[in-house]
């Protein structure tokens, strides 16, 4: 029964419009799994945020947008479930809207789900931690981000595909 909510849980999360930008219209992967995090914790199941790294070119992201970013990498955040003592990595972040051209994660309670791209650096994240903190000040400093053009061009390819495929 509780599985079977997380499942019902898992795909309504999945399903809210997926977007970089984390605005009122679309939904991050971090928001997403933040949001997931609670609902499973309301019907008792506990879980922790993961952060990973992924490659933008992993992606069918058109080549004139791709050209926008200054770095090729970026982090991406998955949840990890803890069910009856076993432990599933799953990734709620592109909604079924987006479905064929990004992998849509099915979740069945009892496995792993697909990841938005291949994921590396895998590791627990724990966002306002000193750790962290010091991490996200070293890599602005040193590292400059992606342009705030390039994410607003990856959204607008985000629904430019999702009213493409509902059509």
């Known amino acids: 029964m509780r599985v079977k909510k997380a499942i019902r849980i898992f795909e309504k999360i999945r399903d809210l419009p997926y977007g970089t930008s984390g605005s009122d219209e679309v939904w991050s992967c971090y928001q997403k799994c933040v949001l997931l995090k609670q609902e499973l914790?309301?019907?008792?199941?506990?879980?922790?945020?993961?952060?990973?790294?992924?490659?933008?070119?992993?992606?069918?992201?058109?080549?004139?947008?791709?050209?926008?970013r200054r770095q090729r990498h970026e982090r991406h955040v998955i949840l990890r479930v803890f069910i009856d003592g076993s432990t599933y990595d799953i990734d709620p972040s592109i909604d079924i809207g987006l479905a064929p051209t990004l992998p849509i994660a099915h979740w069945d309670g009892t496995s792993n789900t697909a990841t938005m791209a291949s994921?590396?650096?895998?590791r627990v994240y724990r966002p306002h931690s000193l750790h962290e903190r010091i991490l996200s000040r070293l890599r602005s400093k040193f590292f400059r981000g992606n342009p705030k053009e390039f994410?607003?061009?990856?959204d607008k390819?985000?629904?430019?595909?999702r009213a493409h495929q509902s059509s």
């Open 41 to 68: 914790q309301n019907i008792g199941i506990t879980s922790q945020l993961l952060i990973g790294v992924f490659d933008w070119q992993d992606l069918p992201i058109p080549e004139h947008t791709l050209n926008l």
């Open 119 to 122: 994921l590396k650096h895998l």
């Open 151 to 154: 994410y607003t061009a990856i």
């Open 157 to 161: 390819w985000l629904a430019d595909t």
